[in-house]
Structures are given as C-alpha cells and as structure tokens.
Nanobody, 116 residues
Framework: QVRLVESGGGLVQAGGSLRLSCVAS????????MGWYRQAPGRQRELVAA???????NYADSVKGRCTISRVNANNTAYLQMNSLKPEDTAVYYC??????????WGQGTLVTVSS
C-alpha cells in the first residue's frame, strides 16, 4: 500500500506562486512515477506534470515555463512549484503515484484558488 498526502494549497493572487508538496508513505519501492493532476469545477481531471523514476518529466502545455515538478527521494516527497499563477489555474490539485503492475494511487487533493 502507498499513501499520498498533499499540502500547500491556498489562496493566492494572480502572478503569485505556490509550492505543493506530496509525501508518500508505505510501500514506496513500488512507485515508478509521481505526478500532479488538477480538476477545476465542471471539468475533467487533467495532467499538470509528471516525473518518472528515471528522471523524465512532462508538463501540460498550459503550465510549461511556469511550473516545475521535483522529487526528493530522501523524504519521499514530490513538489510542484507553480509561478506566475493565473485565475485559470484554480482547481483541486491531486498527487498521483503510478505503481508496479499498472496500479495507481491518488492523494486527497489540495485546493488552489487564484484571484484576479
């Protein structure tokens, strides 16, 4: 079992920054990749950024140049640094871990609200 706990969401003005954190616990050796997704009201959940164990990363076009995903293995934490935030970035952000055998785990989500 793997458990993910996010933190770092909140209210920020447009142009501001936030850093989200996701701490993994449990059978972390099963994790192959970690990522961040978001879901805005009335919209489908979408990928924001992902990072594999080999270091490969990918970003949604909408956040390229503004967001950076990173992982610190020493504390089993994935981060999402978000800069130049826009109102359209407002969403619940979810941490995701892809495990062996095609399994995946989700965190509970953290709300990011960007005011104009």
């Amino acid at each position: 079992q793997v458990r993910l706990v996010e933190s770092g969401g909140g209210l920020v003005q447009a142009g501001g920054s936030l850093r989200l954190s996701c701490v993994a616990s449990g059978s972390i050796s099963m994790i192959n990749a970690m990522g961040w997704y978001r879901q805005a009201p009335g919209r489908q959940r979408e990928l924001v950024a992902a990072n594999t164990n080999s270091g490969r990363t990918n970003y949604a076009d909408s956040v390229k140049g503004r967001c950076t995903i990173s992982r610190v293995n020493a504390n089993n934490t994935a981060y999402l640094q978000m800069n130049s935030l826009k109102p359209e970035d407002t969403a619940v952000y979810y941490c995701n871990a892809r495990l062996n055998w095609g399994l995946e785990v989700w965190g509970q989500g953290t709300l990011v609200t960007v005011s104009s």
